[in-house]
T-cell receptor, first 113, second 113 residues
Framework: SQQGEEDPQALSIQEGENATMNCSYK?????LQWYRQNSGRGLVHLIL?????REKHSGRLRVTLDTSKKSSSLLITASRAADTASYFC?????????????FGTGTRLLVSP | SQTIHQWPATLVQPVGSPLSLECTVE??????LYWYRQAAGRGLQLLFY??????ISSEVPQNLSASRPQDRQFILSSKKLLLSDSGFYLC????????????FGSGTRLTVV
């Protein structure tokens, strides 16, 4: 079952613009993670935000977490064509004792030159 | 540094044939290991996870099985493939706590014909 749901399903922007993707989840979590997947490749871990954190930065990435709304957002600033990929949020599944991650359906980002 | 190897990259198999996909991890000990499947344009579905040699947990009843004969080796198998087994299979590892995210292999594209 899906724990996270990303919104929008697809996003198309121009280089230099910012891209914002949202994730909603259903159960209590201790962390939330974002991953990137280039077409036909494995997933790459981008950033992990813990439940006691509200915002985290990594390079051009900014992640926010609102546990009261059970939602997170991923902002990519000054997008580049190389950012074209699918982005997934993931959270530990219910009753997990060792961080079994449950992934959302992803946001497909297209950055045009 | 830790690396994860997954092979083969692509596989075309007839219905009813057996399957063996292999995943190995280097540079770490006692990892948690995972097999995910991704249908076209969809999110990831957790199939199996393992916290140690010979310890396999199945998430979804199916035509597949997994084994962990060595600490850093994880194998996905089937005795008789079905058309519905087609998909993109991803192996991943994490540390015991999973607090630093998952590292994924490059994936195997399986087409059952």
């Amino acid at each position: 079952s899906q724990q996270g749901e990303e919104d929008p399903q697809a996003l198309s922007i121009q280089e230099g613009e910012n891209a914002t993707m949202n994730c909603s989840y259903k159960t209590s979590i201790n962390n939330l993670q974002w991953y990137r997947q280039n077409s036909g490749r494995g997933l790459v871990h981008l950033i992990l935000i813990r439940s006691n954190e509200r915002e985290k930065h990594s390079g051009r990435l900014r992640v926010t977490l609102d546990t009261s709304k059970k939602s997170s957002s991923l902002l990519i600033t000054a997008s580049r064509a190389a950012d074209t990929a699918s982005y997934f949020c993931a959270t530990p599944g219910r009753n997990t004792g060792f961080q079994k991650l449950v992934f959302g359906t992803g946001t497909r980002l297209l950055v045009s030159p | 540094s830790q690396t994860i190897h997954q092979w083969p990259a692509t596989l075309v198999q007839p219905v009813g044939s057996p399957l063996s996909l292999e995943c190995t991890v280097e540079g770490t000990s006692n990892p948690n290991l995972y097999w995910y499947r991704q249908a076209a344009g969809r999110g990831l579905q957790l199939l199996f996870y393992s916290v140690g040699i010979g310890q396999i947990s199945s998430e979804v009843p199916q035509n597949l099985s997994a084994s962990r004969p060595q600490d850093r080796q994880f194998i996905l198998s089937s005795k008789k493939l079905l058309l519905s087994d087609s998909g993109f299979y991803l192996c991943a590892w994490s540390d015991r706590q999973g607090g630093y995210g998952y590292t994924f292999g490059s994936g195997t594209r399986l087409t059952v014909v």
